[in-house]
């Protein structure tokens, strides 16, 4: 048989085997730091001209590399690994608070843990545990009331009002939404609106209805107690308004708008409105908090107090990392709300602004 002529060992980069950094760097005349930092997406790697990043990512493609992450842990004596706790997952408010947390810890190259604890006590005391059992740098918690302490990681909470010892608080000013819903409602001619307050778990409730009982004095309006209903459920549908609303029709009290306690109840209470004959806006106005996606699409589209949700969630992940970084943070990170009107509000039927305008010149007759 001929000789066989000697044939070159694959590099590296283009064996079988598992490419490494120092292959691609060798294999593109690079340096790796430089490799490093594109595929890692750092912010140096900004420095690099497009045409540079993209043979990056072509080799890498083109050998499979794929990043040794506990290599990268070890070295680094970090896990690159966040735990959120949320109440649920669903449409509304935490999908979006989560889609916020999610957009900053990606583009950071976290990965994240997501776990729901449903309020029971069992599981918020679990969770962490098994947080803390993954090795995760940091806890992010969303609308959790009663937070249990968790050691040697730092803590950022989402809607959190307890002030406690090294806990960052993202939350949003509560006395200025409470301002801008019931002055909305003030300005169109309400003066009989019903309120739909949160569940008692909820980590907003007693915070939120604090704010709109204090607006309400500075605007001189009165609430009627038997106009103010509670939410109970802990179910994240429409539902829970559904029932409330229900309630509160059986009792005849007089009302001709209604502020909900988050959008979701505000739908189930139009639905209940409607259903008893009453038509929105044109009987009774309805509005609601935080402007979820389907608040714009609901029929009348919802007006609503806009919580920025997603903003929330990427300040909440900003200032943990800051946090695990070593740097500065603040204990209270607070964010404006926005007053989006649309459709479920308007003026009062038309007798009850002449019986209010009545009212008022009687008033202004009487002798003082």
Known sequence: MPEQKNQRKPSAANSTSAVTISGLAKYLKLSPAAVSMVLNSTPKAKRF????????????????????????????????????LVPEVSE?????????????????????????????THLLEQYPRL???R??????????????LVPDVPVTVVSGHRRMPGITNVVLDHRRAAALGLEHLLQL?????????????????????????????????????????QLQADTPTPEPGFDVTKSLLAKNRHFTAMFAFNDISAI????????????????????????????AFQNPRLTTIRQPLR????????????????????????VEPELIVRESTASPPLSVLEDLSQTAVALSREPM
Do not use: C
């Open 92 to 120: 509304g408010y935490a999908a979006l608070v989560l889609a916020g947390i999610e957009d900053y810890l990606l583009q950071a190259g976290y990965f994240y843990f997501v776990v729901s604890h449903r309020h029971k």
């Open 189 to 229: 001619g309400h003066r009989r609106i019903a309120f739909i307050k949160g569940q008692p778990f909820s980590s907003d409730t007693e915070t939120r209805w604090t704010a709109i009982r204090e607006a309400a004095r500075k605007l001189g309006l009165a609430i009627d107690p038997d106009l103010v209903t």
């Open 268 to 295: 189930g209470a139009i639905r209940a409105l409607l259903d008893s004959g009453i038509k929105v806006p044109g009987d009774v106005s309805v509005m609601g908090f935080d402007d979820i996606q389907n608040a």
């Open 311 to 334: 903003r929330m969630g990427a300040l909440a992940a900003e200032t943990l990392l800051k946090r695990i970084r070593g740097g500065e943070y603040a204990k209270i990170v607070a």
């Open 49 to 84: 001209p497009e045409k540079t990043k993209k043979r990056i990512l072509a080799a890498a493609a083109k050998f499979n590399y794929r990043p040794n992450f506990v290599a990268r842990s070890l070295r680094k004596q970090q896990t690159f690994t966040i735990g959120v």
């Open 131 to 133: 947080f803390m059992e």
């Open 135 to 148: 090795l995760v740098e940091g806890i992010i918690a969303v609308d959790t009331r009663e937070l249990p």
